[in-house]
């Protein structure tokens, strides 16, 4: 049977006003297609009764925070900027191990940030955008997606004083974006790649830190730019933790390893390194080396399985 888009909207809104009720809901906008389609989701269902945030963890592309709020404004939805930066880069400060970050975002995210915010607006649903593969994903071990809470065995309501509505756990990416076009979001959010809720720190390798985010945010800029019009389902950079020798003005420097990743997918469960035209390469390798600190870089040929499309 063949998704229908329209029908799953209409069956989603009516779900949302019946488990909502008379109460107040909130969402968290990351900025990707899944938190975007239960943005406008939750604001056809429940009107004023619906609070949508955007978060400012100091993990995001530059400038990312500001430009979903405008986007949100064009269509008529209001949505709250909460600068948390210092909280995520304190509760990521000495953590190295992928599974102990993923960890302090979780925490910091839904216990701290996150829970002042519910309390402020006397919310008691949090609705978000999980899909069926971060699901997969986690209960199989794979890696902790930072958005899995009942599947993980975290009760909400007792932990953080709320009940967690997922409206698209059922849903593969490809069918969020058929959603994502039926609700009339734009192209730039409805054909956005994929972005991790982590952010940049699934894309650091090692320890978090303004420096190493820096470079990743630079680098990240660099390959989205030049890859934008590839047709991939995916690409991205990531920082490593090991440095190379190489040599700038002549001189010996011990500089910072950047790793280039580009895929072809549908639904993430599997991919494939896209066959990108060589001069495309050299391109992205002289802009990518030019920043400060950074003396390689290196394309990731590694489909899914066995790699993650992730790092971290």
């Known amino acids: 049977m063949s998704f229908e888009p329209k029908s799953f909207i209409q069956e989603q809104v009516e779900s949302l006003r019946h488990e909502v009720g008379e109460g107040v809901a909130i969402n968290a906008l990351s900025g990707g297609v899944d938190s975007a389609v239960c943005a406008v989701l939750g604001h056809r269902a429940l009107g004023e009764k619906f609070i949508n945030c955007m978060v400012d963890n100091a993990l995001m592309r530059e400038g990312e925070p500001q430009r979903i709020v405008e986007v949100f404004k064009d269509m008529g939805i209001v949505v709250r900027l909460i600068d948390a930066r210092r909280e995520f880069l304190s509760a990521l400060g000495g953590v190295g191990d992928p599974e102990e970050k993923r960890k302090a975002i979780t925490s910091t995210f839904y216990k701290d940030v996150f829970g002042k915010c519910v309390r402020e607006a006397g919310a008691k649903y949090l609705v978000h955008g999980t899909i069926l593969t971060d699901i997969e994903e986690t209960v199989a071990g794979i890696k902790r997606q930072h958005n899995i809470l009942s599947q993980l065995g975290i009760d909400p309501s007792e932990a953080y004083g709320y009940r967690v509505i997922e409206p698209l756990k059922t849903l593969r990416k490809d069918s969020v974006r058929e959603v994502a076009f039926a ?130």
């Open 183 to 312: 609700l009339g979001l734009p192209d730039e959010i409805a054909r956005r790649i994929p972005f991790p809720g982590p952010a940049l720190a699934a894309r650091i390798v090692g320890e978090v830190t303004e420096d190493r985010l820096d470079i990743v945010r630079k680098a990240t800029a660099i390959v989205e730019d030049e890859l934008s019009g590839s047709g991939a389902f995916q690409y991205l950079a990531v920082l490593l933790e090991d440095c190379a020798t190489g040599i700038r003005d002549n001189k010996r420097e011990f500089g910072k390893i950047i790793v280039v990743r580009c895929i072809e997918s549908v639904d993430a469960r599997e991919a494939t390194a896209s066959r990108l035209p060589w001069d495309k390469l050299e391109s992205i390798c002289s802009k990518i080396v030019s920043i400060p600190g950074v003396n390689r870089c290196l394309y990731d040929l590694t489909p899914k399985p066995p790699a993650t499309v992730e790092y971290v």
